[in-house]
C-alpha cells in the first residue's frame, strides 16, 4: 500500500531520530499531526505558541547536534514560527519547520489566511519549497534535511493542507546519508601563523563555541605559548571549569582581566569565533584567526594570518611548529587580575553585603528598598544547581548575571538566544531541554519581561508535567535597556513593568510558585525550589538600580549615568 505524503513525512522523521514534533494544530496540519500521533517514538507537543515551539526545537537541537523539528498551520500560524527559526538560524543549528498551507487549488487566489511561506521565509531558511506533487516526496524532503543539517540551518517545507492524505504513486523510504568533512589549511598557510606566533612575545587567546570540540588542542595551545585564554559568552560551556588559562568574558558582560589580556597583548589568536563587538577588540597587534566558516576571517579585525578549518584538526597541524615560550608573566597577571576580580565579585553576591559598612553605604544609593542583589541570586542558584543542569537564559541582564556568577564545570550545558538576542528565549528553551533530558535538571534564568512575553506556555510545562526550575529575576523593569539608556545619558523610559505575582500565576496554572521578596529569605528559597518535585516558579524581587559595570568603563559611561540619574531625580520631582 502507498504511503501518504504526510506518512513519508513523519516515518522519516522516525528514521532521523528525532523525538518530539512542537507545533499548534490546525486543520491544514492535520494529516501530519494523525501521523505522528500513530507512529510510535515520535511525539507531539503541544504548545501555546508557535514561538515557543520553535524555540524548543531549536533548543534540542543545539544540544543533541541533530535535527531539531517545529510545525505551524496555515497563515498566522506559520508567521508565528519566525523569531525562534531566526534563532535557530542565527545560532547555526539544524531545524526543520513544517509549515501548513491552504488546498493546492487555492494557491496565489488571496484565500483565507494565505501566506506566500516561500516568500515569509525567504531570510531565514537556507531551503524553502512548497510540496505540489504527492510524487516530488521523498526527494523533496530529503534535500531540506540535508540542507538543514549539511549547512547547520533552517530549512522550511510547505505542505498545503489537502495534500497530506494523497498517497505517492512511486513510493521508496527517505535516505539520508550525510558524513562531515573535516577540513584543514593548507601546509604553507600553517607555517606562515606559525612563524608569526613563533615571534610573538605575548599572546592572548579570544576562544569561541566553534572551538568546543578542540578542547585538549587549545588546553596544549594555551600551554605552549603561554597565553591567557579569554572566553565568548558561548564559550562558557566548555572551556570555563577546571581551565587554568581562562580569564573569563570580555564586551559589555565582561570583567577587567580579560580587557587588559586582550589589551596587552602583541598577537591575538581568534579560535572559532566571530565576536561581534569591534570596540572591545585590541588595536596595534598581529592577529591570527582559525575559523571553519572561511567567511569570517577577518570580518570583525583585520587578520595578518587566516586559517579556514576545523579548529581542532588546524591546531593540531600547528601545535608541533610553535616554539614553547618561557615567559609567563602575561599569563600569570591576566590570572591574577581575573582571581582578583572574582574575590570581588564573591563579595557582592553574599546577601549579607548590604549589612557590612561598605554594602550599607552603597544600599543607601542604590538598594533603598533592599530588594535582593542580583549577583546574589545567581550565586545562590549556581550553588544550588546540579553539576550535569542545563541551564537556559533570557537576553538582558539575566545574562549579564548568568555569565559572572555560573560556572560552567562538569557537564553543564547552556542555551540562550546569543547572537538573536530575542526577549523570551530562556522558558521554551528550557522546555524542549526538559523533553531532550527528561532525566537531568533544567534552569531557566528569566528576566520577567522574557517569562511574561510568552507567559502562556507555563500551561506546556504544566501539561507534560516538566520539572524545569523557572528562575525569575523580577526588577519590574526591561533590566537591559534602563541600562543602556542611562549609559547614553537618558533617563529611564518605558522600561518599567507592572508585574503580577509571577509566583501567585504559578501557583494558580497547577505549578509550584515560591516568591522572595528579601534577602533573607534567598537561600531557603532558592533551596526550596530545586528540592520541590516537578515544575518550580521562583520568583525574586531584585533590585532594579543595579549596575553591571563593564570591564572597560569609560569616562563618557560614567558621565551619561550622571545625567541620566540627574533627569531621572528631577523627574520624580515633578510628578
Known amino acids: ?11 522519516a522523521l522516525q528514521e532521523l531520530g528525532v523525538r ?10 492535520n494529516p501530519l499531526t494523525e501521523a505522528v500521533r500513530t507512529t510510535e517514538g515520535v511525539d507531539w507537543v503541544g504548545c501555546r505558541h508557535e514561538e515557543a515551539a520553535a524555540f524548543a526545537a531549536g533548543a534540542q537541537s ?22 525562534g527559526l531566526y534563532d535557530a538560524a542565527k545560532s547555526r543549528t539544524p531545524v526543520l519547520a513544517i509549515a501548513g498551507q491552504v488546498p493546492l487549488a487555492e494557491l496565489g487566489s488571496d484565500y483565507f489566511q494565505e501566506v506566500d511561506n516561500d516568500l515569509l521565509f525567504r531570510d531565514v531558511a537556507i531551503f524553502r519549497a512548497t510540496v505540489t506533487s504527492p510524487d516530488q516526496l521523498p526527494r523533496m524532503l530529503e534535500a531540506a534535511v540535508r540542507a538543514a543539517i549539511s549547512e547547520s540551518g533552517v530549512a522550511v517545507l510547505t505542505v498545503p493542507g489537502d495534500l497530506g492524505e494523497r498517497e505517492l504513486t512511486e513510493d521508496r523510504p527517505a535516505r539520508f546519508p550525510h558524513t562531515r568533512p573535516v577540513t584543514r589549511p593548507d601546509e604553507p598557510g600553517i607555517r606562515a601563523a606559525a612563524d608569526l606566533l613563533n615571534a610573538a612575545g605575548r599572546v592572548t587567546l579570544l576562544v569561541g563555541r566553534g572551538a568546543r570540540d578542540a578542547h585538549e588542542e587549545v588546553l596544549a595551545l594555551a600551554e605552549r605559548l603561554a597565553a591567557p585564554m579569554v572566553l565568548t559568552l558561548k564559550a562558557k560551556e566548555g572551556f570555563e571549569g577546571e581551565n587554568p588559562y581562562q580569564v573569563g568574558q570580555t564586551g559589555l558582560i565582561g570583567n ?13 589568536l581568534l579560535l572559532g569565533t566571530d565576536f561581534p563587538y569591534r570596540d572591545w577588540y585590541p588595536t596595534d597587534c598581529k592577529v591570527v584567526q582559525i575559523d571553519l566558516q572561511e567567511r569570517n576571517l577577518g570580518r570583525r579585525v583585520a587578520v595578518d594570518a587566516g586559517l579556514a578549518g576545523d579548529v581542532a584538526a588546524t591546531l ?30 564573591q563579595q557582592l553576591a553574599d546577601p549579607a553585603h548590604d549589612h557590612r559598612l561598605l554594602g550599607r553605604l552603597r544600599s543607601a544609593l542604590d538598594n533603598r528598598s533592599h530588594d535582593v542583589r542580583p549577583e546574589a541570586l545567581a550565586a545562590a542558584v549556581d550553588a544550588c544547581a546540579s553539576d550535569d543542569a542545563i541551564f537556559t537564559c533570557d537576553t538582558g541582564m539575566a545574562t549579564v548575571w548568568f555569565s559572572r556568577f555560573v560556572t560552567m564545570h562538569g557537564g553543564r550545558r547552556m542555551l540562550g538566544s546569543y547572537n538573536l538576542g530575542s ?10 531541554a526538559q523533553l531532550w ?20 506556555d507555563l500551561m506546556t510545562i504544566k501539561t507534560y508535567r516538566l520539572p524545569v526550575k523557572l528562575v525569575v529575576f523580577d526588577n519590574r523593569r526591561l533590566g537591559m535597556v534602563k541600562l543602556e539608556q542611562e549609559q547614553a545619558g537618558l533617563a529611564e523610559f518605558g522600561t518599567e513593568l507592572d508585574n503580577p505575582d509571577f509566583a501567585a500565576v504559578a501557583t494558580a496554572l497547577g505549578l509550584t510558585g515560591i516568591r522572595v521578596t528579601g534577602p533573607g529569605q534567598l537561600l531557603d528559597g532558592v533551596r526550596r ?11 525574586v524581587l531584585t533590585n532594579p538600580q543595579e549596575l553591571a559595570v563593564p570591564g572597560k568603563p569609560t569616562v563618557q559611561q560614567g558621565w551619561g549615568f550622571a545625567i541620566a540619574k540627574v533627569k531621572e531625580t528631577l523627574q520624580s520631582h515633578q510628578s
Open 256 to 268: 577587567p582581566a580579560a580587557a587588559h589580556a586582550l589589551d596587552g597583548c602583541d598577537t591575538l
Open 437 to 456: 533530558a527528561p532525566d537531568r535538571q533544567v534552569v531557566a534564568f528569566c528576566g520577567d519581561g522574557g517569562l511574561s512575553m510568552l507567559l502562556g
Open 1 to 11: 500500500m502507498a504511503r501518504t505524503v504526510a506518512r513519508v513525512i513523519v516515518d
Open 316 to 345: 593540531r597541524a600547528l601545535l608541533p611548529h610553535l616554539d614553547g615560550v618561557a615567559d609567563r608573566s602575561h599569563l600569570d597577571a591576566a590570572r591574577k587580575r581575573f582571581e582578583e576580580w572574582r574575590t570581588g565579585q
Open 423 to 432: 526577549m523570551a528565549n530562556a522558558m521554551p528553551q528550557a522546555l524542549g
Open 62 to 83: 543545539q544540544l543533541s547536534g541533530t535535527l531539531g523539528v517545529c510545525m505551524g498551520t496555515v497563515g498566522p500560524g506559520s508567521v508565528h514560527l519566525l523569531n
Open 529 to 539: 525550589a530545586f528540592d520541590t518535585p516537578g515544575p518550580v516558579v521562583l520568583e
Open 20 to 29: 518530539h514534533v512542537f507545533g499548534v494544530v490546525g486543520d491544514a496540519l
